[in-house]
């Protein structure tokens, strides 16, 4: 695979019309990866993972999600802090609540999945790897 540069983007979704704002930011960013034009799966798992953080940000934090996908060569990692306290935990999975598994289908599609604290709040951040190339983690 040719070597990639690194890229971002940043931007700020207020909770009032923010996750399909922020699904739609991110589809069109990610069309300027050239390994996403051949890796639906993988651009579809980053999508609902910007959803799923946008929308815990909205509603456990009451907070404004600030957003920021980045291809290091190596992952595009999406980090999604807010103003909420306290780093997030995944929950156990409860079939008879409406909400609750955002984290959980975050850590099931992201290659890497990291909580951290903040000054001002948290960040959560997910690393999907590009199809076809080795995860530097993996010790096969």
């Not at 946008?54 to 980045?70: D, E, G, K, L, M």
């Not at 409860?94 to 960040?123: C, F, N, Q, W, Y």
Request: proline content about 8%.
């Amino acid at each position: 695979m040719a070597d990639m540069r690194a890229v971002g983007w940043a931007r700020a979704f207020p909770i009032s019309g923010g996750v399909e704002a922020g699904r739609h930011w991110a589809r069109r960013h990610l069309t300027s990866l050239e390994w996403t034009k051949n890796a639906s799966e993988t651009v579809d798992d980053v999508i609902l993972t910007v959803s799923e953080l946008i929308t815990n940000a909205h509603i456990h934090a009451h907070s404004t999600a600030q957003v920021v996908p980045a291809w290091d060569n190596r992952c595009l990692n999406v980090y999604v802090s807010d103003n909420g306290p306290g780093v997030p935990t995944p929950q156990a999975t409860d079939t008879t609540t409406p909400s609750g598994r955002g984290l959980s289908i975050v850590d099931a599609v992201a290659d890497e999945l990291h909580m951290h604290p903040s000054r001002h709040g948290k960040a959560v951040s997910a690393c999907f790897h590009p199809p076809g190339r080795p995860n530097p983690h993996d010790t096969h």
